[in-house]
């Protein structure tokens, strides 16, 4: 039978048959897994510490703050108004890097700006990609911390020294609560928070941590600031 001699040529053996549904559901499974590790692995969220993606413009922090000197809230105009800070809009940056000539001083035509002038032209966003992602089951507040005296170097880090914006602290449960349990060693007067580079005045010998903890003392009765069960209560932060 020239049939089943083809079949027995081909025959693989027969514990085969019981690895091919292993085989077919790792096959499957591997499919789905695979995009699930790879968009989750980039996801701002489990990166964390050190995450610093490329954005579509090489915008720099360094330069516009720590050089240009302009002020966060000249982009992030809601910070202190309400949860989200805002990214600036392109119309902000063309307040400056607009093709017409001689807006302050700004050079022309700059292929690292192409994607702001297409933006410009179309009128769709630039698509900057987001760097911090706390869980959404967090409720957070930019306007609850940025008026009572929490600068955002305490949380972002000397982001007027970054070229490339990377988060440095790991915005986990017990990172806030560390805050929480005793603001006063973080405190400062409300007109210093986008100031990054503020240092409590020492008196005497005091160390600086001791000025912080004067200061920070002071601001917390001077600011009303609530009091640590509040501030370590689940509902102040899942709500
Ligand atoms: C001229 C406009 C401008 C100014 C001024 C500015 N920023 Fe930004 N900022 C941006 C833009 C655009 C982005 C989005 C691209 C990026 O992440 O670099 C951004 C992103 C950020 C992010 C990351 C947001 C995220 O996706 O998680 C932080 C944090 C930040 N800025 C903090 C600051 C702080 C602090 C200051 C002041 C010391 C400041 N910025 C001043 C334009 C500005
Ligand atoms: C207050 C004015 C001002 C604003 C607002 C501003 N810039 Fe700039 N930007 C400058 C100056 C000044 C330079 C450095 C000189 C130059 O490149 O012409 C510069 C340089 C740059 C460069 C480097 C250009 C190159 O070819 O080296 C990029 C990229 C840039 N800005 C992006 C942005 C983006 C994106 C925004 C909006 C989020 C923005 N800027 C808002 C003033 C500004
Ligand atoms: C108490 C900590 C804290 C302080 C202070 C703080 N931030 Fe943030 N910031 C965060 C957290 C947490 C996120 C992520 C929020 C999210 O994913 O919902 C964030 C996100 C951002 C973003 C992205 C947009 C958004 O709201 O998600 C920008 C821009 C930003 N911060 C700028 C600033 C600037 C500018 C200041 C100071 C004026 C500041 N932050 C002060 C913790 C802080
Ligand atoms: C560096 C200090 C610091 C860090 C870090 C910090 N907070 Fe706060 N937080 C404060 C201070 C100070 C207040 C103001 C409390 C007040 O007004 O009595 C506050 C207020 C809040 C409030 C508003 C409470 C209310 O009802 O008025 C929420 C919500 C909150 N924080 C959530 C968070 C979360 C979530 C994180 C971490 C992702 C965080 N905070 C990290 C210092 C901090
Ligand atoms: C100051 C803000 C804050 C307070 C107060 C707070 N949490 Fe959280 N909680 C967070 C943040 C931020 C996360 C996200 C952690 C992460 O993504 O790693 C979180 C995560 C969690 C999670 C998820 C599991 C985990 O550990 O990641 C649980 C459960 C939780 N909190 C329960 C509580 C309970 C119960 C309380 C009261 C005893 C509480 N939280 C108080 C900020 C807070």
Not at 38 to 49: D, P, R
Request: glycine share 6%; aromatic share 8%; charged share 20%.
């Amino acid at each position: 039978m020239p049939e089943k001699n083809q079949n027995q040529r081909f025959m693989f053996p027969r514990w085969v048959n019981y690895l091919l549904p292993l085989l077919v559901i790792g096959a499957v499974g591997g499919a789905l897994y695979a995009p699930v590790i790879v968009n989750y692995g980039f996801s701002a969220k489990t990166l964390n510490v050190g995450y610093a993606p490329e954005q579509p413009v090489p915008y720099s922090h360094e330069l516009h703050v720590g050089e240009l000197g302009i002020d966060c809230k000249y982009c992030h105009t809601t910070v202190d108004k309400a949860a989200f800070a805002a990214i600036p809009p392109t119309s902000t940056c063309m307040n400056c890097h607009s093709n017409q000539p001689n807006v302050n001083g700004v050079k022309k035509g700059s292929v690292k700006l192409a994607p702001v002038y297409d933006s410009y032209a179309t009128g769709k966003p630039v698509e900057w990609i987001k760097v911090h992602d706390l869980a959404d089951y967090v409720y957070f507040n930019h306007s609850a911390h940025v008026n009572k005296g929490v600068s955002c170097v305490s949380c972002h880090g000397r982001v007027d020294k970054m070229e490339v914006v990377e988060q440095v602290k790991p915005l986990s449960m017990s990172w806030c609560l560390d805050c929480h349990r005793a603001p006063e060693k973080h405190l400062r007067p409300v007109e210093e928070v986008t100031n990054l580079a503020w240092k409590p005045a020492v008196q005497g010998n005091e160390t600086e941590e001791e000025a912080q903890l004067r200061i920070g003392e002071e601001l917390v009765k001077k600011y009303q600031i609530h009091n640590k069960a509040y501030m370590t209560s689940c509902s102040t932060c899942h709500r």
